[in-house]
């Protein structure tokens, strides 16, 4: 989705855009699947600047009184926000969250913050406030990413909201003029050897090093990522590519060590051991007291997938259970005498409504009635390909854990 200045954007089934009729500005709203086409607002006297959608929500700016405006068309619920010292700018919405730039922070000369609005939470969030020059940051559900240059040092940096850390993506990177962001790839473009040669690169947020995608002799403007999909404004012409390997729906799934919870939002007790089966190999132990849950921000495949693990209860009560995108698809219990190895746990799963999702939560909770009941995760994944269950949309499949699969 383009996030600058955009007079149009489209976020899954919905397409939104501004028209000019009359002596005002019209957006409107389309249900791509459907065709229903619906005037949000009507009649306004400036354009809306910084158009995007997110969902069901839209997020616009008023450059005229530097007000930024939200709408929930599934709630009706219309939101306002002002007092801002100067124009809200480059605004990127992802779910709830919306982010942007602005100058609040000027002493003098051009200084630029990054901050945010979390309209379910109902709260604005700081996201940079330092001497750098943060530009054009783009959400992608807790994740934040953008431009940043400080004295000649140009990076890509980002920000976690879950955690509320701040980490850098690169700092191998000249004149970036863009950046996107979905789920764990980030794009961005900047200089390949010389001033004249552009480039669009990318990293995986799980690992590894920055890769180039393409370069070219032109200029190139705004970045996006889609799923494994980076698209790319190259003047005249919009390119894409697909990033082969991208196809890594969970971050940290195996607990590898360093960085092993990075990607992970706990509450509870949950802490990462030595597996007592694997003296090489670390899993994730969860105790007992409250309910304890792990979950990560993911997307999920366009197509039929698993949600795969390994488990292991080390003592006899409680339950586990597995979410996603808020919904229980999977409860498993401890067996009445423990096992003594991990055991590979399966939820395949074929219903559209779980297809194609865009920053959705996918946690595990375990809970008992007892307090200090233990039950190690290992080997959290989301596999692809999986083949339609010939009943019922979800399934689990269990077995030893006899091999460790590819971790992410």
Known sequence: MWNSNSAACVSGKYAAWVEHRGSGHDLWVENLVTGAKNSVFAGMAYAPAYLDISGTRLAWVNAADNTLHSYEFASDTYTTLSGFTSMPRELDLSGNVAVWEDYRNKVGGYHLDLYGYDFGAGQEIEITNDHANDFAPAVSGHRVVWRSYDNGDSKIEGYNLATQQRFVVTDSVVSPNAVGIDGNLVAWNGDYTTWDHDAIWAKSLIGGDPFLITHFNYTTYSVAVTGDVVTWDAGPYVQAARIKGAECYVARGGFEQPDAMSHWNVTGSAAVVTDPHDPANSVLELTTASPVTIGQSVSTPDLGFSIDFDYEFLTTDGWLEVYLNGELVRTISAPPTP??????????????????????????????????????????????????????????????????????
């Open 339 to 408: 096992v003594g190895d991990a055991t590979f746990g399966q939820v395949a799963v074929w219903h559209s409504r779980f297809m194609g999702l865009r920053n959705v939560e996918l946690a595990l909770v375990f809970d008992s009635p007892l307090g200090g009941q233990q039950l190690h995760l290992d080997n959290i994944g989301i596999t692809t390909g999986v083949p339609e269950p010939l009943t019922g949309a979800l399934m689990v499949l269990g077995g030893l854990a006899a091999a460790r699969r590819q971790r992410c």
